[in-house]
Nanobody, 126 residues
Framework: QVQLVESGGGLVQAGGSLRLSCAASGRTFRRYNMGWFRQAPGKEREFVAAVTWGGGTTIYADSVKGRFTISRDNAKNTVFLQMNSLKPEDTAEYYC???????????????????WGQGTQVTVSS
């Protein structure tokens, strides 16, 4: 298992930027694809971005493509989400997650992710 702790959320004005971090425990972190999801009040948890175990492949939701960038530093057991040009509709609780299957492409399906962090709140004011 992998334990995940997110940080970096906060309140920002529309057009601003935030960088979320997700620190993982365990030596096997580098084996797993990682994802970011978000959940706004009253809405389903939705996919934001994912990155393969080595960082070579990334995928994004259409709503964040061109504004958000996912990356990882396996030496530091950390995955990042750089969020630029933030919009009020980006307001949500953001979660990182680990897909414990190995040698698979990155996935948008939350059911494929077994380990989740506790979340960090991002609020974008208009």
């Amino acid at each position: 298992q992998v334990q995940l702790v997110e940080s970096g959320g906060g309140l920002v004005q529309a057009g601003g930027s935030l960088r979320l971090s997700c620190a993982a425990s365990g030596r096997t972190f580098r084996r797993y694809n990682m994802g970011w999801f978000r959940q706004a009040p009253g809405k389903e948890r939705e996919f934001v971005a994912a990155v393969t175990w080595g960082g070579g492949t990334t995928i994004y939701a259409d709503s964040v493509k061109g504004r958000f960038t996912i990356s990882r530093d396996n030496a530091k057991n950390t995955v990042f989400l750089q969020m630029n040009s933030l919009k009020p509709e980006d307001t949500a609780e953001y979660y990182c997650a680990a897909d414990l299957r190995t040698i698979v492409p990155p996935t948008t399906k939350k059911e494929d992710y077994e380990c989740w962090g506790q979340g960090t709140q991002v609020t974008v004011s208009s």
